[in-house]
């Protein structure tokens, strides 16, 4: 799923995650089938901003694209980097993604029935929206199409523009972050795989078969969420807050009381209706889960989850498939789990 591509094909590219905490930049260089990691660097949000901010909600259409191009060519210029072809990602949250069937006919006119279809599903005016389709399947009664419809706002395409351009930077494409995780990790998963991206302000469950998105959530909750909850349970300040998340986990306790399962059993509740959602339609059976974004790797999360639904569970590993010094082994599975999405734009220049 991409805008505005074009057929050139360098050597180099870079992948830019403009997140709601942190904006990250992967730059991957590659010749034939080899990819290899040439830089990578990050600027955490609150450097610029106190408050913490959820970005592009309508209310606040948000960070200011100049901030965030000065902090993007920041980060380029401390990592060295004079490459200027970039893909964003566009935040699931700022994505609108279904699935419908279409009867069959030919598929050069499918075009035209996916956008005639999509005014009954997308909750915005088509004129308002940038639409991108992709064919999932046909049926099993080979009666109908599978479609995988996307549309992102217009005005969501013209912020990252804006970005880019003040940054300085060709914008080759724009994706959704949820093709950056597919790409980064799940290509080549043959069975169906759940996907949980649990960010800064969003989590976003998906089902991946074969390398292609099935079905999506995006829940109105993320990490910022679980530090809110540790500062008023405990009455302490966020900092402090942040602490004693990251040394304790899910395990983060006020007396006999853990006071973050409320919250991840939330995220257990969407899970369990994504699962159901996927297997009604008889396509497959969930195997295994992925976790990704920075709020994954919460300590207990990955335990508690798969002792719940009863299947391996694993943090991405995003760099897997990339050549990089040995030295840096510890630091890229660390950081793995906060760069995919970055990692995933990166890799898309070279398709």
Same mark, same amino acid.
Request: proline share 3%; net charge neutral.
């Given at each position: *799923?991409?805008?505005?591509?074009?057929?050139?094909?360098?050597?180099?590219? /870079?992948?830019?995650?403009?997140?709601?905490?942190?904006?990250?930049?992967?730059?991957?260089?590659?010749?034939?089938?080899?990819?290899?990691?040439?830089?990578?660097?990050?600027?955490? *949000?609150?450097? @610029?901003?106190?408050?913490?901010? $959820?970005?592009?909600?309508?209310?606040?259409?948000?960070?200011?694209?100049?901030?965030?191009?000065?902090?993007?060519?920041?980060?380029?210029?401390?990592?060295?980097?004079? %490459?200027?072809?970039?893909?964003?990602?566009?935040?699931?949250?700022?994505?609108?993604?279904?699935?419908?069937?279409? =009867?069959?006919?030919?598929?050069?006119?499918?075009?035209?029935?996916?956008?005639?279809?999509?005014?009954?599903?997308?909750?915005?005016?088509?004129?308002? #929206?940038?639409? +991108?389709?992709? /064919?999932?399947?046909?049926?099993?009664?080979? $009666?109908?199409?599978?479609?995988?419809?996307?549309?992102?706002?217009?005005?969501?395409?013209?912020?990252?523009? %804006?970005?880019?351009?003040?940054?300085? &930077?060709?914008?080759?494409?724009?994706?959704? %972050?949820?093709?950056?995780?597919?790409?980064?990790?799940?290509?080549?998963?043959? %069975?169906?795989?759940? &996907?949980?991206?649990?960010?800064?302000?969003?989590?976003?469950?998906?089902?991946?078969?074969?390398?292609?998105? $099935?079905?999506?959530?995006?829940?109105? @909750?993320?990490?910022?969420?679980?530090?809110?909850?540790?500062?008023?349970? &405990?009455?302490?300040?966020?900092?402090?807050?942040?602490?004693?998340?990251?040394?304790?986990?899910?395990?983060?306790?006020?007396?006999? #009381?853990?006071?973050?399962?409320?919250?991840? +059993?939330?995220?257990? @509740?969407?899970?369990?209706?994504?699962?159901?959602?996927?297997?009604?339609?008889?396509?497959?059976?969930?195997?295994?889960?992925?976790?990704?974004?920075?709020?994954?790797?919460?300590?207990?999360?990955?335990?508690?989850?798969?002792?719940?639904?009863?299947?391996?569970?694993?943090?991405?590993?995003?760099?897997?498939? /990339?050549?990089?010094?040995?030295? &840096?082994?510890?630091?890229?599975?660390? @950081?793995? =789990?906060?760069?995919?999405?970055?990692?995933?734009?990166?890799?898309?220049?070279?398709?």
């Amino acid at each position: *799923m991409s805008w505005f591509s074009f057929d050139v094909v360098p050597k180099t590219f /870079l992948g830019v995650d403009v997140g709601s905490s942190a904006l990250r930049v992967v730059e991957v260089g590659g010749w034939g089938d080899r990819r290899t990691l040439k830089n990578y660097g990050e600027i955490r *949000m609150r450097t @610029m901003y106190k408050e913490p901010f $959820r970005s592009l909600e309508k209310s606040a259409l948000l960070l200011s694209t100049n901030d965030i191009a000065r902090a993007l060519r920041g980060i380029l210029e401390e990592i060295h980097s004079k %490459e200027k072809r970039a893909i964003f990602a566009i935040s699931d949250f700022s994505s609108f993604f279904t699935t419908l069937d279409l =009867p069959m006919m030919k598929e050069k006119e499918l075009g035209d029935a996916v956008r005639f279809e999509a005014r009954r599903h997308v909750p915005l005016p088509l004129s308002e #929206v940038v639409l +991108d389709w992709q /064919l999932l399947e046909k049926t099993k009664d080979r $009666r109908s199409y599978r479609i995988l419809l996307v549309a992102v706002p217009n005005e969501v395409v013209n912020y990252y523009e %804006e970005i880019a351009r003040f940054a300085g &930077l060709n914008l080759v494409a724009l994706e959704a %972050e949820i093709f950056g995780n597919i790409r980064s990790h799940l290509k080549d998963e043959k %069975e169906p795989v759940l &996907l949980i991206d649990i960010g800064s302000h969003t989590t976003t469950v998906s089902v991946v078969s074969n390398g292609m998105l $099935r079905i999506s959530h995006t829940l109105n @909750m993320g990490g910022n969420n679980f530090t809110e909850r540790a500062a008023k349970s &405990l009455g302490v300040d966020r900092e402090k807050a942040e602490q004693e998340k990251a040394q304790k986990g899910i395990h983060l306790a006020q007396g006999n #009381v853990r006071i973050l399962l409320p919250l991840v +059993d939330l995220i257990s @509740m969407e899970i369990q209706k994504v699962i159901e959602g996927f297997e009604q339609q008889k396509v497959g059976t969930v195997r295994k889960i992925v976790l990704s974004g920075g709020s994954s790797k919460l300590s207990g999360l990955r335990e508690y989850f798969e002792k719940q639904f009863g299947k391996q569970t694993e943090l991405i590993a995003p760099f897997q498939s /990339l050549l990089y010094p040995p030295l &840096l082994e510890d630091t890229i599975k660390d @950081m793995g =789990p906060s760069y995919a999405v970055a990692v995933g734009m990166a890799l898309r220049g070279f398709e």
